[in-house]
Antibody
Framework: QVQLVESGGGVVQPGRSLTLSCVTS????????MHWVRQAPGKGLEWVAV????????DYADAVKGRFTISRDNSENTLYVKMNSLRAEDTAVYYC?????????????WGQGTMVTVSS | IQVTQSPSSLSASVGDRVAITCRAS??????LAWYQQKPGKAPNLLIY???TLQSGVPSRFSGSGSGTDFTLTISRLQPEDAATYYC?????????FGQGTKLDIK
């Protein structure tokens, strides 16, 4: 069955960097757009970034543009997000999610999330 | 594109029919999805393309609307429907979510 497992979260100081990973299985990773979505504690969902199936195209929310970089390794079925210049407001659970077959960017499969806390 | 959900919370009884609305700041055709999220869990896709039920989702969930105004309707409310519901537009990036609607079962 489809599985997405995020890792790499933790406590990091403001201004530092962190890279999250999302290892996937149970589907043909290389044919799907992949997304990152985050949720600050007690808050709503915030779309973060998307990457095309071959990694040639990416896009970001304004709040993270220029600081976050989404990437993928199709040979390893793994999605990444590198987060630089982290701020307190980046504190959130980060989810990776897979697009649906029927409509490209509806998010049909999600990981369990990994918590990132930005604090000194 | 901004999406505004209402109400922010509501309370209803088992068997009731409830409606949650989502308004987009510009015409998004039918590029809208609805998700359900229970505490401590990842969201679950309910509806895409404004009105198409995702496979495996109970038929008491339905979506309607196009352009700027959309509605998620839950008929015959069940105890397991207690959750927070989000809309998300998929018209153009960034794919903004609504603020969420918390549904409690009386």
């Amino acid at each position: 069955q489809v599985q997405l497992v995020e890792s790499g979260g933790g406590v990091v100081q403001p201004g530092r960097s962190l890279t999250l990973s999302c290892v996937t299985s149970g589907f043909s990773f290389s044919i799907y757009r992949m997304h990152w979505v985050r949720q600050a504690p007690g808050k709503g969902l915030e779309w973060v970034a998307v990457i095309s199936n071959d990694g040639s195209n990416e896009d970001y929310a304004d709040a993270v543009k220029g600081r976050f970089t989404i990437s993928r390794d199709n040979s390893e079925n793994t999605l990444y997000v590198k987060m630089n210049s982290l701020r307190a407001e980046d504190t959130a659970v980060y989810y990776c999610a897979r697009s649906s077959d029927q409509i490209p960017d509806a998010l049909v499969f999600w990981g369990q999330g990994t918590m990132v806390t930005v604090s000194s | 594109i901004q999406v505004t959900q209402s109400p922010s919370s509501l309370s209803a009884s088992v068997g009731d029919r409830v409606a949650i609305t989502c308004r987009a700041s510009q015409d998004i055709s039918n590029y809208l999805a609805w998700y359900q999220q229970k505490p401590g869990k990842a969201p679950n896709l309910l509806i895409y393309a404004a009105s198409t039920l995702q496979s495996g989702v109970p038929s008491r969930f339905s979506g309607s609307g196009s352009g700027t105004d959309f509605t998620l309707t839950i008929s015959r409310l069940q105890p397991e429907d207690a959750a927070t519901y989000y809309c998300q537009h998929l018209h153009s990036r960034p794919y903004t979510f609504g603020q969420g609607t918390k549904l409690d079962i009386k």
